[in-house]
């Protein structure tokens, strides 16, 4: 995309609901900023907290219409549904256990859902999700946020492209440091729902930041995975859930991986990288560096493509707000999912709209991929590593 | 600022005009977005080119009210100053040569400005306008957006502390390759404007990015340029501007720098750099690296320093959206300046409302600064390198 | 090490033959290089091929006495354990399956072995080869080379040292794209017997490139192996040894790890990296860049210890030979473990004499360990990665 | 080079004696090992120190014939010119101000020279000497030892293959930090001497490290200085030399060039790199990572080129003796520089014999050119930075 490039204000900017992101919550006010970026949404309808009253201030906060604040996800898409002004399209930005249930109910009342990941807490619920979805015909973008980055999307275009030949090996790692030490025993928000199965699911760091590793790995690579052997530990003594994975995985057609997924690992932020090779070249690429992409085209020289800059090609260049060297960053790979949902829902406005080719995003069925690898690392480690199908 | 921490609704968004900007134009569309990122500012009126139907046409892909799409700035700041709605500031986003009357007129129409850099394509002309928002008590915001970077901001407040003791050497670069060959030939807007003095004024690279690291050596370091010291070269054939600067600085007190400007050096996209040491430590900084400060106290081990990571302060935290390990770009940066405009028109909207201590943009004075860097440049180039006071 | 510090030439250099490493080998030319850097050895013997005409020509390449250069590795362990002049260690650089017989040889003649690794091409003659140092009473030095590194004998001496906590992770790969494609089918002599069985044993990457991985993770970690899960694949048709290996640890006392050795991964020359982690700090080295060790102690900013540097401890300075900034290589890193053989061999020449404790190399129970590594990986492999134990 | 190709022992080794060097010195120790990396010299006379019985102590220990160790270097060069095994050649190991004296002895005797830099401590006898080797016919190498890099040679043989285009820039620095403080107050022996006018000459961070710079920007641009303007300071208090200098360069033919030489700068241990840019492409390298050279040839992305990897040529390949990714340091580099001397020692043994042409080595001449530059510096800093040529 070209700066604002992909929106038409001539057709009015999409009205967009959010259910969860009220006052204390963080992902919440990176979907807002990830909206606003290429101006294709409006803030018009907010359920932003299970608290009433922090819902109601969270949206004067907010500049929200005192009358489009609601109580709860499921009167505000009954009311929503019904208004000449409703919502087009909803956020929703809850701890993971809540997905589901509010999914469920704007789908059903016809409104376009934008959800955060995982897809749900439980692989049951992620089966019903997808019917609901299908039964629905609206759109459903999943915020595996890290496919919006510029180089993620030129990885991708040069595996289809074939330009790395067969893929024999694919090699994601999600690694942080800040549950090394029983941090929810503080009370710290983020790291007591994140801890505690019931909102989270049954995965730790399996759920929570490897499913992203698990999803970039697909997207990138375009494989789908045949089988892993997982090995989970909780390190910290007394927690419930998984802080460290190591896994190993047989993707259909011969192809092989690792993946490493940690909360345990002094002196790494957010460190998410993915590296893949086939028989003609390989790859490289790091989140906390997301500019850069490293391509060796076998027995030549590694070479450094920037977005943007020399070597880059359409498919990143269409998620490009600025020059090269001049870095875009988390909120920017983010927004474009949100983009990339406005391109989508002005397209199936139309009477047999299709969705543009170009247009990328994960879908639901992304999401139940992800929920279903989370479910099958926690039955092969119980099983003592034993292969396991997802 | 925590995530959407500095705004507040309560108040309403604040009514923003922009001059220049048009269809074709590159900067604008980034203020455009760095006014949003925050959500303090909504775009309200725009006299978006000298060319009445890009203008209008341009107005309407932004969404604008068709009445207050003006054919000119003048016509824009007279009936703007007298709307009940009026806008509360302009964003000045025209090639450098029109900077100086636009913010004159927006100035005395009593409406605050934000202007690009550098301030004005020539000295006497800073040097008017610096008199000229004196006298108007309205606040002026000179967009040098790398100082919104919250690494230059802890950077900043590491030497303000005096971790780094007496500061003895800065080192600044800023150096690009997009004009390697004479691309102004085949017509590109962007390179022709730049390397045209009666737009871009006297200097070339000087002017376009030696100011930026400039700037940014003296908002880090605290300094003050004594004197300074300059080879410029035109090394594309017919070239009307410099393209490559060789700088040597005295700052007053004692200190020394470096500074080279380059538009001509193969491999560099935006390599804005800066390496500050003083008798007890060093900082090393790159633009296009921009979450990442290099520390190394005397004789210790050099640390990383991370935005919003461990030994990341106040001054960095306060401008940082999102944790550590998820990069925040250029964007972001830009946008830091519009949040503390922001602040800052918030503040002075009260009866003897003073602007809080922790808000820091750039202002009028830096770019006076600025501009008297570019002359003391080109007069000591043409003086075969004596050294020249700004 | 300060330079030359360690050989004290008025007792003389010690004289050494070795085994293989005639014309057209790689591996010999480094140990004699790495013998003659802090100069305390002297070639003077040899049986550098098995090929009669080539030993003969290699001998008189090196400047070999014609007496001393050996048509087998037998007839010059008899020959030389006779003479009043005769060789008092030998390195024996052959390819895998011949390190048992030449070791036997000459342990049983009375002469120090010097070996490059792996230790043997069967864990069957590993455990006998072990039996017999342990009788002969000789010195066993294996080359695993990478231990000679300055920066992996810190991390040694800071995990020892307690800053890192109680370990949890050990992460270790090495990685290689040098038989990508079948290159021991142009008859490539390095490419030939490292993927003929007969010739390096059971595993391919796993035996060569592997046993450095699972070494150093010990080596530095202190940690000692319970069980691994193993996933090996020859990934280039008609290959009869694995060219990637996935691999899953435990190891006792409850730390877990990962290693990945591979050859088939473009764009990685020799990238040998260990990162390990405990519950107060983690460590991170590349053997491509081993100079740099990066330390995080938990909650604070990342430290770049340099060898030689700020930071960097005794362990680390002993075997330094120039100052910080001054890289050492790989060359420098394998030449200590000659110095460390070389301060071994005088310190047990002497009546009761010991070994000095802060000599440090690997043994024969640490080849044997990495025997056993290899055997345990085919294991898991054929039994589709069941948990194995060495 | 291939490991040990060069040199010839049914020639013998090549006698070498040593003047300075003894026990407490630096450089002396990295010769001794340089030479001996690839086995073409043996150390066999010494005049190591001016002091007789530490000279004598410095004797025994590197096992010296006694009747070989000798009191002065005149002493050294009359005795060794007479005897049947004399020495061929000699290092020159000393400090600045000895150069010459020692220079002179050896060639009038007949003796090859390798000398450490700068050449002399006075542009006069820099003058003299050059004189002196023209009318010896001897070898006069100069220990420039970073122009033994291979990643230096791939960069000089890029631009003499006229990848880059016509040369523009030339960017190089030299940057370190351990005279940031008034070490030679503490008696310390290297600074001493460094920062003692007498011993060191006229310059200090410019005569130390500012001609390593300086010279490898000459060598790999091919260009030759026309002028320079310089601005030195001692940042230290009573300092008598300069710790800091920050030059301007122009070359003949127009291309420009920026220098930096510092001793004072926090964070740096020797940050020696050198970025030369023409109008078809760029180079970058560092000599802490020598391994790496970046290639942009205009308007492509960045290449790593690796010594011995994919994309580095013959020039580089001929001085490298491991594979890529097993990195070569500082120690190797320097022997390259011993390599070569042997080279060109064994080429003019023979009569009419003719030194090759691959042979390259820093010599008498680039030594010359150091001493002007650093005069130069001096000269230009006093005159408040006027342009001064060399």
Known sequence: MAIEGTHSKTAGRIRLGMVGGGQGAFIGGVHRIAARIDDEFELAAGALSSDPERALASAKELGLDPDRSYASFAEMAKAEATRADGIEAVAIVTPNHMHFPAAKAFLEAGIHVICDKPLTSTLADARKLAAIVEKSGKLFVLTHNYTGYPMVRQAREMVQSGVLGTIR????????DWLTEPLEKTGQKQASWRTDPAKSGAGGATGDIG???YNLGCFVSGLELDSLSADLDAFVDGRLVDDNAHIM???K??????LWASQVAPGNENRL??????????????QEDPNYLWYTPLGKPKQLITRNGAGAGAAAGRVSRIPAGHPE????????????AARAIRAVRKKNGRIPKDVVFP???????????????VKSSKKNGAWVKP
Do not use: N, P
């Not at 960053?329 to 990339?340: D, I, K, P, S, V």
């Open 253 to 258: 057609g011969g192809a092989k991986g690792m």
């Open 273 to 286: 990288c993915l590296r893949i090779f086939g028989d003609k070249g390989g790859l490289e690429w790091a």
């Open 211 to 213: 499913t992203h590793a």
């Open 329 to 340: 960053g988390y909120l920017e790979g983010f927004a474009t999912l949100y983009a990339e």
């Open 249 to 251: 995985m047989r993707y």
């Open 169 to 176: 090996l694919v090699h994601a790692e999600y690694v942080q």
């Open 363 to 377: 879908t639901v069925a992304d999401g139940l991929a992800g929920v279903a690898f989370v479910a099958a690392c």
